[in-house]
């Protein structure tokens, strides 16, 4: 089985930081793309980040140039470094990779980890 697993996540006052990590239970480098989602109370998820072909990145507009997608080969994770956090930033935090095989293309989500901006 295929798993993903989120850590990181915690209480933080705005204007803080924190690093998320995503670990999956095989090598990272067979997941084409990845992306880190979230998910509000009462609001829809959305798409945070991506990353294809392990150097290509994109941001939501919300986000630009205070989180960075990234991935460490060596401790076989996908990070998320979140600065200047704001209480909109408030959410479920989720990893998420599509590994294919053949014609298949199989999506795999991990099970969220908690990030509150408050003071």
């Known amino acids: 089985q295929v798993q993903l697993v989120e850590s990181g996540g915690g209480l933080v006052q705005p204007g803080g930081s924190l690093r998320l990590s995503c670990t999956p239970s095989v090598s990272i480098v067979t997941f084409n793309p990845m992306a880190w989602y979230r998910q509000a109370p009462g609001s829809q998820r959305e798409l945070v980040a991506s990353m294809i072909n392990g150097d290509s990145t994109n941001y939501a507009d919300s986000v630009r140039g205070r989180f960075t997608i990234s991935r460490d080969n060596a401790r076989n994770t996908l990070d998320l470094h979140m600065a200047s956090l704001k209480p909109e930033d408030t959410a479920v935090y989720y990893c998420?990779?599509?590994?294919?095989?053949?014609?298949?293309?199989?999506?795999?989500w991990g099970q969220g980890t908690q990030v509150t901006v408050s003071s």
């Open positions: 998420n990779g599509i590994r294919s095989n053949g014609r298949m293309r199989n999506t795999y």
